[in-house]
Nanobody, 116 residues
């Protein structure tokens, strides 16, 4: 069983920055694609950024150029650097580990609120 624990969320003004972290209980980066997803009230959960096991990164169009996904293999930690934040980025952000047919894992989520 893999545990994913997010941290780093909070309240930030428009234009500000936050860095989210996702600590994993074991080193799974070599075999799992890792991702950040978000869900705003009344909306479906959506993909924000992915980093594949081989290192390729993929971003949603709405965050490309503002967000950066990365991982630290030594620390077993996934990151999401979020810059130039907008009110529409407000959501609960979730860490995900995905590698079918292996089990999929989700973190508990961390709230990000962008407001003045």
């Amino acid at each position: 069983q893999v545990q994913l624990v997010e941290s780093g969320g909070g309240l930030v003004q428009p234009g500000g920055s936050l860095r989210l972290s996702c600590a994993t209980s074991t080193n799974i980066f070599r075999i799992y694609d890792m991702g950040w997803y978000r869900q705003a009230p009344g909306n479906q959960r959506e993909m924000v950024a992915l980093i594949r096991s081989g290192g390729i990164t993929i971003y949603a169009g709405s965050v490309k150029g503002r967000f950066t996904i990365s991982r630290d293999n030594a620390e077993n930690t996934l990151y999401l650097q979020m810059n130039s934040l907008k009110p529409e980025d407000t959501a609960v952000y979730y860490c995900n580990a995905h590698s079918p047919p292996r089990p999929e894992f989700w973190g508990q989520g961390t709230q990000v609120t962008v407001s003045s």
